[in-house]
Structure formats: structure tokens, C-alpha cells
């Protein structure tokens, strides 16, 4: 059993995914702890419902705008919790340094649409979804992928397709691509890494 540590900065849609999940689809894994950049995300709410340990890390109220700082801060309280496998379910913050350095190729991420479309730094949250609709793509949809010093860059574990209707807006399309693809390809993806299929 791997010890599974999520990041999050949000509502944890995604997070509430992966706890649904667990014992089905995540065999292999456990969520151990979840940790949040911002103390008012809702995503702590459903941690503790399910009574998963939470944890506040703030890169300018905690670490004082520091990256360095932020991303040792996080790397120290994954190791405290014994966690083998990080999951950024809705992470809005971008990290490098030691957390990067100590769980390399053990690092999860889902990014809302099929890379290398509509990614890099600045690429978040519904910008992408925006951006795929005035490109005007037929196809859309979600990727799950290692984590490296690239944004949205590390090698893809799974994707999966999801079609624009005619009038989507982007917070429709954002619903639609979470419903159809994000909530089913992550909990894949994080039992991939857990099993050592990767
Ligand atoms: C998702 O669209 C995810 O792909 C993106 O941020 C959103 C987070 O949603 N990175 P939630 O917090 O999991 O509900």
C-alpha cells in the first residue's frame, strides 16, 4: 500500500474523486494527508469529512513569498506524513526546489485539457477552457501526468476526450470535461503509480 499525499488550492472536486474511489479503483494506494495553499479552500472541508488529516501551507503568509521556502515546507510535511505518492488535484500553485528534487516520477497532475493544447505557465482553472472555445476545437478534454521542472510538461500516464456542444460556455465546458474526464481518468491514473504500472 502506497501512502498517497494530496495537494489542493480549491473546491477538491477532484479530491473527492480520489476519496470515493479509494478501494475500487485506488487498490493500491491510501490518502494519508491533504495539504491546501489557501486556509479557505472547500476541498479541506471534504478531507476532514472523511477523516483525512489537513494541513495549510501559504507561500506568502507562511513562507514569506519564499518558493524556496513554500516547497521545502510542503516536501517536509509529505515526509512527517509518510507519503509516497503526491497527487495535485487542483493545485493553482507552481513549485520547484526540494518537494520537486526529494518525490521525483512521484508526482501527479491534472490539467484540464489534452496536452500540449492549452497548457504551460498562465494555462489554469478556466483560462484553458476559455482558450480551447475562442480556438474554436471540436474535442477537448483532460490529462493526467508525471510532474518535472516543465509546466504541464512531464510524461502523459492518461487522457481522455470530451466533445464541445455548440454555446458552451467555459464554466459549461469546464463541468463537462471534470464530469466526463477528470473524476474518471485521475483515481486511474493515481492507482497506475500506486501499483507501479508506470
Ligand atoms: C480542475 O479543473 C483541475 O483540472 C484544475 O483545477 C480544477 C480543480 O477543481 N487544475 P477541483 O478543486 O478539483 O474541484
Redesign the pocket.
Known sequence: MKNIGVL?S??????QALIDKQGSVIKSGRIVCVCSNSAGAY?LERAKKAGIPTMVIRKNADCGGDAEEFSRRICSYMKDMQVDIIVL??FMAIFGGELLKEYSGRIIN???SLIPSFCGKGM??LKVHEAALDYGVKVTG?TVHLVNEVVDGGKILIQKAVYIQDGDTPEVL?KRV?EEA?WIILPEAVEMVCSGRV
Open positions: 489542493i480549491g473546491g477538491g472536486t477532484n479530491l476541498g488535484a487542483g491534472i490539467h484540464p489554469y482553472g483532460a469546464q471534470m477528470e
